[in-house]
């Protein structure tokens, strides 16, 4: 099974931000291009939401109009809207669009993660120079 987005993302965050004493120094120099990277994610996300929103209003407005020319009858916007929602295409959309939120929600508080992994790393070199006095 492939692996999911969110959770090839989790992995990665789980790998890069291991504080030890080992790895504290590359961390700290490493730490801008950690957090450039997540804040890019977020923005890559957030175009791709964009884009699935703009193909879903597309196809509704095309099936809608579709709905409208086969209906024996004058049926209301929101009615044809409806019908149009239910459509296999645009419910696989409606998904991938949910995707894109969840993984919009998680990127935002990796980003509020990374913002307050610079104190942490602070903290910890206060506690070994008080370690080494």
Known sequence: MEES?????KRELEEELVIDDFRLK????KLPAIKHKWVARL???KIEKK???DLRDKGI???SEDIRENQP??????????LASKNEVIQKIDKRIHDC?????????????????TYDIKNIIE?????LT
């Open 5 to 9: 987005l969110f959770d090839k993302y």
């Open 26 to 29: 590359d961390l700290q120099s």
């Open 43 to 45: 923005i890559e996300q």
């Open 51 to 53: 884009k699935l929103s």
């Open 61 to 63: 407005n095309d099936l």
């Open 73 to 82: 009858v004058q049926v209301s916007d929101k009615t044809v809207q409806q």
């Open 101 to 117: 939120e969840i993984l919009i929600e998680y990127l935002e508080k990796v980003e509020t993660v990374c913002r307050s992994i």
């Open 127 to 131: 506690i070994k120079k008080l370690e």
